[in-house]
């Protein structure tokens, strides 16, 4: 066989299928009705026909081929339709005897409607917590890393799961925590290679990075209980909350064609404009439970950290951001990459400070973005840190029957050769100090003959690892000296 012929996707293989599904037989008069009612222009080698619409079109749709040595109509719908026996629909429409081998550069026109549509496959490339699957109305089980899923897979993500999907053409749809999805359809068509993607949102949240469509039959769309959000390339996530029963879209790059759920479907190939709403770039719009679209907003702007550089390395990890004047609340993520794409922590907070408690050693991403009023979550800014825990505890005490004050110290990092200075002034900037004494090896020093007066110290931890340099001070503290006690 030829061409695409008995092409198994590798979803049909993991369920058993060894071929594509094939159309009812119908009479050939009923197949050439069908064909004349197609939905939506697909692109061909050479052209299409009519451009489709939102409802049916009552022309007919036709896709090109032109035929290469060899070819016969027996091969030609082999290839590329549905079912093989359509050859007699072909001869018809192109007055072409059936049995004729035909010669290279002919123009043989194929009804839309009767192409093959070949199952696709997604690879779960991220997973991280609680998050499962399951085959339709099947138990559900545990997802991991290199699984691939098509249609009718369930996923569903627990409090801190996520699940990262990578389509065939490099497209990622990120599943976020308590969120449930379905993958409704994935398919590409014989002959136009044309893609048709749909994800089913049941409740939560989707973070979509989808690749620039190449053919302008090219579909993808998040469909949720209350809107259809339409792309042909962009990243824009969509979020339903199933309580309220309320979709936000919020576009980040490129344009989201969004029209109530309760309308049929847009075609493929349809533009985007001919959406009841058309949300461009750092604009997003909420659709509530009265159906009605919501028109587009501006996004807030992406807030920043107020110390991007700092180390991570106090017991749990928390980030302090530079309050938003307009912001209602931030939401904060943590991934193991910059696309955060193996996402791991997300939190929303109503004040400009996030704590995430303990987490292992290493270099993360945090995500940063502030939420409006509106529900609506405004631009993200992006910051990679370094995970180094180092605890480090000081205490100072006098020693009986003297004027001498001994001060202590542990860094908790063991394996790290680690030096200290310990600096004591009278005022609490340190600026100008009593004592400054660096390089310490010890973990103690003794101070001697200390007039009378208020003192503060510290402790600075100083380590070299990796070739870089770390250094940790403890808090500032102050201990009051009398006259009495001298």
Known sequence: MSGHFGKTSAVD?????????????????????????????????????????????????????????GDTLYEIARRYLRDPHDWTVLSRLNKVPAPRHLQAGVAIRLPAALLRQDQESVRVVATSGPAEHAFGAGLYTPLAVGMTLGEADQLRTGHDGFVTLELQDGSHVSVSQDTTVTISKLRETALTESTDRVIQLKQGEVDNEVTHATRKDDRFQIRS?????????????????????????????????????????????????????????????????????????????????????????????????VSEAQAAGYRVQIARDADLLDLIRDTRVSEPHADFGALPDGT?????????????????????????????????????????YTFRWFASRPGVETRFR???????????????????????????????GVYYWTVIAEQFENGRFYEKSSSIRSFTLTRQDN
């Open 225 to 321: 209980p209350s809107v259809v959000a339409g792309v042909r390339g962009t990243r824009f996530r969509v979020d339903y909350d199933s309580d309220a029963q309320r979709t936000a879209v919020e576009v980040l790059d490129g344009a989201v064609g969004v029209d109530p759920a309760s309308m049929a479907a847009p075609a493929p190939g349809v533009p985007l404009q001919a959406s009841q709403q058309l949300v461009s770039a750092h604009f997003g719009n909420v659709t509530s439970a009265s159906g009605a679209i919501g028109a587009p907003v501006e996004l807030l702007p992406a807030p920043a950290l107020s110390e991007p550089g700092k180390t991570q390395d106090a017991k749990t990890v928390a980030f302090d951001l």
């Open 364 to 404: 993360y991403f945090v995500r940063i973005a502030a939420l409006g009023s509106d529900g609506l979550e405004g631009l993200p800014q992006t910051y990679a840190f370094e995970r180094r825990q180092l605890g480090l505890s000081a205490s100072a005490e006098r020693r009986a029957g003297s004027r001498d």
């Open 13 to 69: 293989a993991r369920r058993g299928l060894t071929q594509p599904a094939r159309a009812v037989r119908l009479p050939g008069a009923v197949r050439c009705l069908a064909a004349a009612l197609a939905l939506g222009p697909m692109m061909a080698h050479a052209h299409t026909g009519t451009q489709a619409s939102h409802g049916p079109s009552l022309q007919p749709v036709y896709v090109t081929y032109v035929t290469t040595q």
């Open 422 to 452: 310990f600096v004591l002034g009278l005022s609490a900037d340190l600026r100008n100090p009593v004592v400054d004494r660096t390089d310490l090896p010890a973990g103690e020093i003794v101070v001697t003959d200390l007039p009378a």
